[in-house]
C-alpha cells in the first residue's frame, strides 16, 4: 500500500508541474514523469513477492510475476516516445515564433 | 552553440565507447528471443550511441561520419521489410505474420522462426528514427525572432 502512494505522490509531483510551472520544457518534463508513475504503477500491480521474471530460462518452475502489465507498459514507454518528440517538436515552432518558452508570454496570436 | 562539440576527454572516451554501446545494442537485438531485452530495446541503445556522438562532436562532424540520408532509407526500408515478411507469413503460413521458418532447439541463438529476423528489423527501425528525431529537432534554428 505504502508503495502505490509513494507512486500517486510521484504522479502528483508531476501535476503540481504541469499546473504550476511556466517553462515549456519543465510543463514537458513534468508530463513525463505523470507517465512514468503511471508505468510504476501498472509494474507494481503485476508485482509479487519472490517470483522470476516471465521467460523462459529453462530453470525449474517457481511463481512468476504477471506479463501482462509489463508488454502494456513496453508499449506505454514507446507511445510516451512519441508524445514526448511531439511536444518538443511543438516547444520548438513555439520558441521560433514568439522566442520564449514563458507561456505567460505566449498569449496573442503572431505571425 | 557553434556545433564544433565537447572537449578533448569527452571525445575521445565517445572514440573509445561508442563501438561498446554499438555492440552491446546489437548483442540485445540478437538475443531478444532468448533474454529480456529485444528489438526496441536494442534499437534505443544503438540511436543512443549515435547521440552520444552527435553530442560529443558536434553536427558537423557527425554528419561527415554518418550518411544521413542513408539512415532514412534504412529507416523506411525496415518499415517495408516487417510488412513483406508479415505477407510472406500469410502466403505461406496462411496468417498475417505467421512463422514459416523452422522453430529450431529452445535456448539457441538460431531458433524460434521468424521472431529474431523481426526483431533485428524492429530494431534498426527504432535505432534510426530514435537518431533521427533528434537530429530534426537538434536541427531546428533557435534564435530569437528567427522565423517572425
Not at chain 1, 519543465?26 to 521467460?55: E, T
Not at chain 2, 529485444?38 to 553536427?59: E, P, S, T
Request: a positive charge.
Amino acid at each position: 500500500m505504502t508503495l502505490y502512494l509513494l507512486c500517486f505522490a510521484l504522479f502528483l509531483v508531476g501535476l503540481y508541474g504541469v499546473i504550476a510551472k511556466r517553462d515549456l520544457i519543465k510543463i514537458i518534463l513534468a508530463v513525463g514523469i505523470m507517465g512514468y508513475s503511471a508505468n510504476l504503477f501498472l509494474i507494481l500491480f503485476a508485482y509479487k513477492n519472490g517470483a522470476i521474471f516471465p521467460i523462459l530460462t529453462g530453470a525449474e518452475s517457481v511463481p512468476m510475476v504477471d506479463p501482462l502489465p509489463q508488454a502494456l507498459v513496453l508499449t506505454s514507454i514507446v507511445i510516451e516516445l512519441g508524445t514526448t518528440a511531439l511536444l518538443v517538436a511543438l516547444a520548438v515552432r513555439l520558441f521560433q515564433k514568439y522566442g520564449t518558452f514563458d507561456i505567460s508570454k505566449i498569449r496573442r496570436l503572431r505571425g | 552553440m557553434t556545433n564544433s562539440g565537447m572537449t578533448v576527454i569527452v571525445k575521445t572516451v565517445t572514440r573509445i565507447t561508442v563501438w561498446m554501446i554499438l555492440l552491446y545494442g546489437f548483442y540485445i537485438i540478437l538475443h531478444g528471443h532468448l533474454t529480456p531485452g529485444g528489438g526496441f530495446g536494442g534499437g534505443v541503445i544503438i540511436a543512443l550511441a549515435f547521440l552520444n556522438v552527435l553530442l560529443a562532436y558536434g553536427r558537423q562532424r557527425t554528419q561527415e561520419w554518418l550518411n544521413i540520408h542513408l539512415l532514412e532509407h534504412i529507416e523506411s526500408l525496415s518499415a517495408l521489410l516487417f510488412v513483406l515478411v508479415g505477407i510472406l507469413g500469410m502466403v505461406i503460413g496462411g496468417a498475417f505474420l505467421a512463422n514459416f521458418l523452422s522453430q529450431g532447439e529452445l535456448f539457441h541463438i538460431i531458433s524460434a522462426g521468424t521472431i529474431p529476423i523481426l526483431n533485428i528489423i524492429i530494431g534498426f527501425k527504432v535505432a534510426m528514427s530514435l537518431f533521427l528525431v533528434v537530429w530534426m529537432l537538434a536541427g531546428a534554428k533557435m534564435s530569437k525572432g528567427d522565423t517572425v
